[in-house]
């Protein structure tokens, strides 16, 4: 038996798996594999129209919001967004992790090149992101990075950017923050369909599938119709509007990607929707931090527990040589990819939708021994 605690590509569900093996060298009576259909025929057709319409219900997305499946990963998004959207405007950045800094950063660099100004609100990479950037009334103090005015926001501002779950670090922005009124854009790459946000509250939302939708290659956006460009400017390929004009098939999309996603969304549907797998991730999460929290050996880098992400769980021991032995102990005994991001160290346990809660519970008992061997 192994757990795969990898932050992504991670742990599809089993029967999403059984159902693509049954399916794979005859889809529906075809004679083909989804990997050898045309993305211009009907079984394709009706293989990307039954996903969107399952992720627009699992989402509640509104009639007036564009479903798109993309390729370039959420990375390509960095760029997209402000190309899209920001030409001649501000874009603010809310910087609470390593993701969001990156879209910061590429933002920047397009801004060389492209009339626009990215501006960042803040910053927590001083304290390795192990908080989210706040907003206050006033800054109780004009040093803090940490924090910004909501009253310093441009209104006539293109978007505020924000990540939903850095991935990274373990930390989740479960309470939209106050963006003055200007439209959010949010990256929730690791915790769409994981935690139940309100779609409406987004202009833009984008996510690299690897985590929660299924395999690596497709990327949703879920874009509001007011929000497209108005002309045909950009490379069509960059162009959000040209991308939605052709639902997805300007070019040849990752077929056999859709068609995974669209078995992830109806084993989501199948697990009660998103609420009830929100709910299921909140206890696995409260099981591994309540443990985390009660011990003298492990700590959590994330230390206000409201700010903790439910998807991915970092912990140490405060010492590396016994991080490390434990990353090995574990992988010995069938947990693996539980080793921290390079850039943080210690450990990580993702848990996302398709993580069994048994192997929460496991894991607890494995730190439970390594901690006795070790004290
Ligand atoms: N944003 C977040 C929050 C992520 O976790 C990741 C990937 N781990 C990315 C962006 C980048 O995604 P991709 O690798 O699909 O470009």
Known sequence: MV???????????????????????????SGMSVMELTHRGSEFSSILSKAEATLRELMSIPDHYKVLFLQGGASTQFTMIPLNLAVGKKAYYIESGSFGKKAYTEAVKLSKV???????LGSTEKTKFDRLVKAVGKKENPHDECAYEINEIDPDAAYVHITLNNTIEGTAIYDLP???????????????????????????????????????????????????????????????????????????????GIYMAGLVFDWVKAQGGVKALEAKNRKKAALLYDFIDQSEFYQSPVKNKAERSICNVPFTTGDQSFDQAFIAFADEKGFKNIKGHRSVGGMRASIYNAFPYEGVLELVELMKTFEKEHT
């Not at 757990?3 to 009576?29: I, M, T, W």
């Open 3 to 29: 757990y795969n605690f990898a932050a992504g590509p991670s742990v599809l569900p089993k029967e999403v798996l059984l159902k693509a093996q049954d399916e794979l060298l005859d889809y529906a009576g």
């Open 114 to 120: 492209i009339d626009f100004e990215p501006i960042s």
């Open 178 to 256: 106050d963006a003055h009124g200007v439209p959010l854009v949010g990256d929730m790459s690791s915790d769409i369909l994981a935690v139940d946000y309100d779609v409406s509250k987004f202009a833009l939302i984008y996510a690299g599938a690897q985590k929660n939708i299924g395999p690596a290659g497709v990327t949703v956006v879920i874009i509001r119709e007011d929000f497209l460009p108005k002309k045909e400017i950009l490379s069509s390929m960059l162009d959000y509007r040209v991308l939605s004009e052709n639902d997805s098939l300007y070019n040849t999309p990752p077929t056999f």
